[in-house]
């Protein structure tokens, strides 16, 4: 065969692939208002940086080959922002993005490849589950299993999905070892589908109900943002990579400090008011302390009463853990302990300095919280930041009390402890120590109540808290963003580079 | 016209309604002020719409996830 043959069929081959499921196909997932596969990589990566990896594979069932064009998943390398990152892009056209034994070799290569060269792997999911006869039997499911890490998270790069649709089985799998999720509106998150589950509990489902954006973002906190567009979801892929290093072994990046950052910090009081009993949005007072229009907020719709987020302090990443007195008083619940411990694992895993701000109640008691394992959580909460070895500066801004102060990296939990003129510390809220300790009210004796009230608030100022150095400073609120940025000059961890031990580098992806 | 039940977050006391039915309100706006934890907790909405019905009065006790007012999305 001439070279002009062997070209011509080359081409044909090549078309074939890159035209994925059919015209057909492709044009239905254009009218339900989605990117394909290739489009969403395309959106994703620099302009002509992509290569492909895999173009030709296909199905091992000889007789599926022709209609298995790259398997269902289409990977490869390109560069977001100039940084490389490895891509599974899941092609709902070609047999419904199915896992197959094909497709599972090319993802292990795509996760093998990022973890061994320090690049993020971005998984843009979408799929119907397991093939269906490919992993049927002893055979078939027998055969799967090969990679015996294939699931094994020890986060030396970032993994970051978008749920853009259906993603049950393996694509619901590698949704759930993701360190950032978003998910398009309409998409299901489950691990199988809403036929499947119908058909093996014998109830209906609704698919929403079942694993939609509402119940991921608000109720479970798997996903982080839903969105309304596959751009918008990639976009906040970039987004959240932008703030992290490309690999375990490497300093986040440094940006360029925006003109004005720093003014909103010096009005702070504009934002917290001095009486106790109000409440404001501890995300006013992040943004205030960031450079302008830095801040990217985690899980924002899930456990309100914790904030957690990735900003920019003088161009570097730091990782802020809030108590939101907005939301349930800034009590901080079971599912705020999982959204702060899953915060604290991502910043330590990727050497990110985290900042505590506290004014909280404390953690919030009841039978509820009881049911939903608070005690436990607290406690996976408190484990997770005591084994934190990046730099950490904890700040009582005006309330913190009981174990909630120690989990906020009270006293020697924090490199450095600061608390503002304005701060209250002790075992409880004064006025509900009064009730607890001496057994009465306002309601009943307003007088007793009130002299009980002065005993019981002695020694509990931030001045008490640093005559006894647990802590190191008092500042002036409106100088906290300064101070805290000198602070993490001082505690850069110059002796390794600034690389965290990650000792919570495997530490489970959900809880 | 849909309808969508505003629910309490926490357990506590309602110190102040501060909105009335008929008013519209947006996604985000404050309708009424609990107190909890010796705190004024404030109730917001997340959806825009207009207010239908409270459905508790001040200084009634509410419990977490209690509907207490419903909207007119």
């Given at each position: 065969m001439s070279f002009d043959a062997i070209l011509d069929d080359y081409e044909k081959r090549r078309d074939h692939a890159l035209g994925m499921g059919g015209p057909e196909r492709v044009a239905k997932i254009k009218a339900r208002g989605s990117l394909n596969a290739r489009e969403r990589i395309d959106y994703l990566f620099?302009?002509?940086?992509f290569i492909e990896s895999g173009?030709?594979?296909?199905?091992?069932?000889p007789e599926a080959q022709p209609s298995t064009p790259t398997d269902g998943k289409v990977c490869g390398y390109g560069r977001i922002d100039g940084r490389e990152a490895a891509v599974v892009s899941h092609d709902l056209s070609v047999k419904g993005a199915s896992s197959s034994l094909t497709n599972v070799k090319k993802m292990r290569h795509m996760r093998e490849t990022a973890i061994k060269n320090g690049m993020p792997l971005v998984l843009l999911n979408e799929s119907s589950g397991a093939r269906i006869p490919d992993t049927m039997g002893a055979v078939g499911t027998g055969a799967?299993?090969?990679?015996?890490?294939?699931?094994?998270?020890?986060?030396?790069v970032p993994y970051a999905a978008a749920v853009l649709g259906p993603a049950y089985g393996t694509a619901c799998w590698f949704t759930q070892l993701s360190d950032f999720v978003a998910m398009r509106k309409g998409g299901v998150l489950a691990v199988s589908s809403p036929k499947v589950t119908e058909i093996a509990i014998k109830e209906k489902v609704d698919p929403e109900e079942l694993g939609g954006w509402k119940m991921q973002s608000?109720?479970?906190?798997?996903?982080?943002y839903a969105t309304d567009t596959d751009e918008e979801a990639i976009d906040l892929i970039k987004k959240f990579l932008s703030?992290?290093?490309?690999?375990?072994n490497q300093r986040a990046p440094v940006a360029a400090v925006p003109s004005g950052s720093g003014d909103a910090a010096r009005k702070i009081f504009d934002i917290v008011p001095?009486?106790?009993q109000k409440v404001y949005d501890m995300r006013k007072v992040v943004a205030a302390l960031?450079?302008?229009?830095s801040v990217f907020e985690m899980k924002?719709?899930?456990?309100?009463g914790a904030t957690t987020a990735f900003a920019r302090m003088n161009g570097s990443t730091v990782g802020f853990v809030c108590s939101n007195p907005l939301f349930k008083a800034g009590a901080l619940d079971p599912d705020a302990c999982d959204k702060v411990t899953s915060f604290l694992v991502l910043c330590d895993s990727f050497n990110i300095p985290l900042v505590f701000l506290t004014d909280t109640p404390g953690f919030l008691i009841g039978l509820a919280g009881e049911v939903k394992k608070a005690p436990g959580k607290i406690m996976n909460f408190m484990t997770a930041m005591q084994l934190c070895s990046v730099p950490k500066i904890s700040i009582v801004m005006r309330k913190s009390y009981g174990q909630a102060y120690l989990n906020m990296a009270g006293t020697r939990n924090a490199d450095e402890m600061l608390a503002w003129p304005s701060a209250d510390i002790g075992f409880m809220d004064p006025n509900v120590a009064v009730n607890v300790v001496?057994?009465?009210?306002y309601e009943q004796d307003p007088e007793k109540f009130t002299q009980l009230l002065d005993e019981v608030s002695q020694e509990s100022s931030a001045y008490d808290l640093a005559s006894i150095f647990s802590s190191q400073f008092v500042i002036d609120p409106r100088e906290t963003r300064d101070v805290i940025i000198r602070l993490l000059e001082v505690h850069s961890r110059e002796r390794t580079g600034g690389i965290s031990k990650h000792q919570l580098c495997n530490w489970p992806t959900t809880y | 016209m849909a309808e969508e039940r505003v629910r309490s977050e926490?357990?506590?006391?309602?110190?102040?309604?501060v909105t009335k039915v008929g008013d519209k309100v947006s996604d985000g706006d404050e309708i009424m002020i609990l107190e909890s934890m010796k705190m004024e907790i404030p109730v917001m909405v997340d959806t825009d719409g207009t207010i239908k019905e409270f459905l508790v009065g001040e200084g009634d006790e509410v419990t977490e996830d209690q509907e207490i007012a419903i909207l007119e999305t």
């Open positions: 620099d302009s002509g940086t173009l030709f594979a296909t199905s091992f069932i799967l299993g090969q990679d015996n890490e294939q699931f094994v998270r020890r986060r030396e608000e109720v479970t906190g798997k996903v982080d703030y992290l290093p490309s690999h375990h001095a009486e106790r960031s450079d302008t229009d924002p719709r899930f456990a309100r001496h057994g009465v009210t | 926490m357990t506590g006391k309602v110190w102040k309604i």
